[in-house]
């Protein structure tokens, strides 16, 4: 095995100007993310600059078998933790050969909202909270947890230190180590209310980077698990009764909210947010209603609700914000599994252009 390691942790900078480029895409039930590897002659940190690729659409339920070929756009650049040196992942989106984006493409029409000139000029900052749970393989249940039994009730793990209480720490922090090495915005992370379950925190993060940095950070954290044996589950209920969910709480701010006045716009945003609940909780995952029932830190899912410090309601507006008349908001009602390209761009669309 240490023939191996040496092997995989080769630096290739010593032998050979090439480097090898990773490039990830998301599949075709909007969660699965995909990737493969090639060659490229020498260092690229300019996406423009990246030939674009193509794989086989009717093998991640993209394309029929007759026409499967999808074309691969890169669109951002990662430091690659896992190869390190000059290596890189690559975010992309997906097109026909005519270039069209395909139908799970979410990137595509999000791009378009942020580029909007009214919403660019409000400088759209987000703040993504990814929960998600910890599964050992082959069983679909939470790590630490005996198979078909329960742990002690939820109380003592939230942000909990100890071998019965913290369960998975290396894989949380190997992630954190490889998110900041790979050059994404995460700000934090901790364990969560249910034992297995932890939660990492990606922004502030302005318009459509947000989506790519999620998605980037989604990744590593499906190869860290890989490496490490167990399974990630993004799944917004991954145990039902009285357990708590996993969500993906979206913190969101413009301009004019972070400025003088601030909050009387935030006010105003959440008012055009409630309008559009129903479009936007059938946009924020799915098997939300599993989660949303008005328990377990949730609003109903039925139901808009909005209250300052409130955990319990649909939006939560902070005290610091409160007291200082301007900041941000806090939409409580993304899925753990929600598509950050879909919430961000929608959450702007509806308050900004709405």
């Not at 020498?42 to 026409?67: E, F, I, M, R």
């Not at 000059?86 to 005519?98: G, R, S």
């Not at 069209?100 to 759209?124: D, Q």
Request: proline share 6%; charged share 20%.
């Amino acid at each position: 095995m240490s023939l191996l390691s040496d092997l995989v942790n080769l630096n290739l900078s010593d032998t050979t100007k090439q480097i090898i480029a990773e490039y990830i895409w998301i599949g075709g039930s909007g969660m699965d993310i995909r990737s493969k590897a090639r060659t490229l002659p020498g260092p690229v940190t300019d996406p423009s600059k990246l030939p674009k690729w193509n794989y086989d659409g009717s093998s991640t339920g993209q394309a029929a078998g007759d026409d499967s070929e999808v074309i691969l756009y890169p669109q951002a650049i990662f430091r690659d933790p896992f190869r390190r040196g000059n290596n890189i992942l690559v975010m992309c989106d997906a097109y026909t050969p005519a270039g069209n984006p395909i139908p799970t493409n979410k990137r595509h029409n999000a791009a378009k909202i942020f580029s909007n000139s009214k919403v660019a000029s409000e400088e759209p900052w987000y703040g993504i909270e990814q929960e998600y749970t910890l599964m050992q393989k082959g069983v679909n249940w939470p790590i630490g947890w005996p198979v078909g039994g329960f742990p002690g009730p939820q109380g003592p793990y939230y942000c909990g230190v100890g071998a019965d209480k913290a369960i998975g720490r290396d894989i949380v922090d190997a992630h954190y180590k490889a998110c900041l090495y790979a050059g994404i915005s995460i700000s934090g992370v901790n364990g969560e209310v249910m034992p297995g379950q932890w939660e990492f925190q990606v922004g502030p993060v302005e318009g459509i980077s947000a989506g790519d940095q999620v998605w980037i950070a989604r990744f590593l954290l499906e190869r860290i698990t890989e490496i490490s044996g167990v399974n990630v589950s993004f799944d917004p209920k991954p145990v039902p009764g009285d357990w708590n969910g996993a969500g993906a709480h979206c913190n969101y701010s413009t301009k004019t909210m972070r400025n003088t006045e601030g909050l009387a716009v935030i006010k105003k945003a959440i008012e055009k947010l409630q309008v559009k609940h129903k479009q936007h909780i059938a946009a924020y995952g799915e098997g939300n209603e599993r989660r949303l029932t008005g328990k377990h830190e949730t609003a109903d899912i039925n139901t808009f609700s909005w209250g300052v410090a409130n955990r319990g309601a649909s939006v939560r507006v902070g005290r610091d914000t409160e007291k200082e008349g301007k900041g941000y908001f806090e939409d409580r009602r993304p899925a753990s599994n929600m598509d950050p390209y879909v919430v961000t761009s929608m959450i702007a669309e509806t308050t900004i252009l709405g």
